[in-house]
């Protein structure tokens, strides 16, 4: 299970004064001295009076979390915001086929938005982001970079029998984010126009989407909806054990005017059948989901599919109270490009980072085996170490990006081995505020892509500044 190809002098101290740099850092830096407000990753669900140090803070930021206004009893505005500065250095992209051997590049995001009640029916909440990028070699990806871009503008209808009717333009997040995802990790977060109906139905929350993704372009305030694309279907949620699961099962539809696979572009439709299962009891957390997917691309009938399972186990009892985790991950991959049938899974709308912050490699024709162990070595201080081993699931495909892009052809090749991911992350919440990160990941190629074309191991840093309010 091992590979031929072995870290560089300058890596192995690189990852020698990461380790030692985060090992230090969780012991000078003093601890938050104040309750966290637990921001949520889709900011039009933060809950305004959640946090009792934000409600009896005397300055000003009560004030812009709650400000009534004169319409109503019940009418008042929010505002939040989020302001984040991350740099990051890749050492030989692309598994050194790139044109250069390093690249570097500062990421900056900005989002304002602010959330109005109107009344108890009725809300509005519009978010304005900007991602800007500076230093890439080669230019800024697609997701490096979008200017200022309106990311969410709704109108939300409170309907009967606790539903809700939400109509414009908004970020989507569903599960584990393994099909639908806001893509966090990424500087350009992804967003869509459309409308989701929400309901309760027994004991089940569910909603009816249609939507549309948004196509990011440079420059400021001129991204147009992707109307080769579409997304639809249903997401059903039941909450059990008192809460602490959840069982999920969703049917959903995505079409692509122009879908791609192994360089040719067709018209895809395809349907995705899923079930999520998650939760925590005691000290054992679980994740575990599956989907089988189905439809035509071009002439050809699709058959795909994916099983992910992740557990863990918390001793909760020790210092840093340790979490030992183990993932497994699957996805299909073709068999035969010449056949009349698709095999590869399409994760549609993943998300970015979907193995680590580098965002290397995608969920597509592969077999993954991710163990881990987290540390919580202060409240507000948490450290990860992992490994990732990925092999090609089957050999007459190839090795794709999160996006989906192919990355690697099969080349002829036999060798399913495709490399092994080294991985640290530390992440510390200095207030409730304010939260740095820093990570590193070493990346070291496997026997199919030293096979198949350049096959150099990859260094990755990234060091993240994030204030949100």
């Not at 009896?56 to 319409?71: A, E, F, M, R, T």
């Not at 990051?88 to 690249?103: K, L, M, R, T, V």
């Not at 970079?145 to 333009?169: C, H, M, V």
């Not at 030992?324 to 994760?347: E, H, V």
């Amino acid at each position: 299970m091992g590979t031929n190809a072995k870290p560089t002098t300058q890596s192995r101290r690189a990852m020698k004064v990461f380790s030692s740099f985060c090992v230090g850092a969780v012991f000078i830096l003093p601890a938050a001295a104040t309750e966290l407000p637990g921001f949520d990753v889709l900011r039009f669900n933060d809950d305004v009076f959640a946090n009792e140090a934000i409600a009896n803070d005397p300055g000003w930021y009560p004030q812009i979390k709650y400000y009534p206004l004169s319409v109503g009893e019940d009418a008042f505005v929010s505002i939040g915001g989020e302001v984040r500065q991350r740099g990051d250095y890749f050492e030989n992209p692309d598994f050194g086929g790139a044109p250069f051997s390093q690249s570097s590049a500062w990421l900056q995001r900005y989002v304002l938005h602010a959330d109005a009640r109107w009344n108890s029916a009725v809300r509005t909440f519009v978010q304005v982001s900007g991602a800007l990028e500076e230093g890439r070699e080669g230019g800024p990806s697609p997701v490096d970079e979008n200017g200022f871009e309106i990311q969410n503008a709704f109108l939300d209808l409170s309907l009967p029998n606790e539903g809700l009717l939400r109509l414009g333009r908004q970020e989507l997040k569903y599960g584990s984010g393994r099909l639908v995802d806001v893509r966090e990790g990424p500087n350009v977060r992804r967003t869509f126009t459309g409308g989701v109906l929400s309901f309760a139905l027994a004991d089940l929350d569910v909603d009816l989407l249609y939507a549309v993704p948004q196509h990011p372009e440079l420059g400021n305030f001129n991204d147009d909806a992707n109307d080769d694309e579409s997304l639809s279907g249903i997401y059903a949620t039941q909450a059990i054990r008192d809460g602490s699961a959840s069982l999920e099962w969703y049917a959903l539809r995505f079409e692509d005017q122009a879908g791609r696979h192994m360089g040719e572009v067709s018209r895809e439709e395809r349907y995705s059948l899923g079930t999520r299962y998650s939760g925590r009891r005691d000290e054992f957390d679980w994740n575990t989901e599956a989907i089988i997917q189905f439809g035509t691309f071009g002439s050809k009938d699709i058959l795909a599919w994916t099983v992910a399972n992740q557990f863990g186990y918390t001793f909760r009892r020790l210092p840093m109270r340790p979490r030992i985790g183990l993932s497994t991950n699957m996805a299909s991959g073709d068999s035969d490009p010449l056949d009349d049938r698709l095999g590869s899974f399409n994760a549609i709308y993943p998300r970015g980072n979907y193995f680590s912050e580098a965002a290397i490699l995608g969920p597509r024709n592969f077999f993954n085996v991710h163990p881990s162990v987290e540390f919580q070595v202060r409240d507000n201080v948490s450290l990860v170490f992992d490994t990732n081993f990925f092999w090609r699931l089957e050999t007459g495909d190839g090795v794709y990006g999160p996006p989906g892009n192919l990355i690697r052809g099969p080349g002829g090749s036999d060798e399913r081995f495709v490399g092994q991911s080294i991985s640290a992350n530390l992440a510390y919440q200095l207030s409730r505020e304010f939260s740095v990160g820093f990570v590193y990941t070493h990346f070291l190629t496997g026997s199919f892509l030293e096979e198949t074309g350049p096959s150099e191991d990859i260094d990755f840093f990234e060091l993240t500044a994030t204030w949100k309010f």
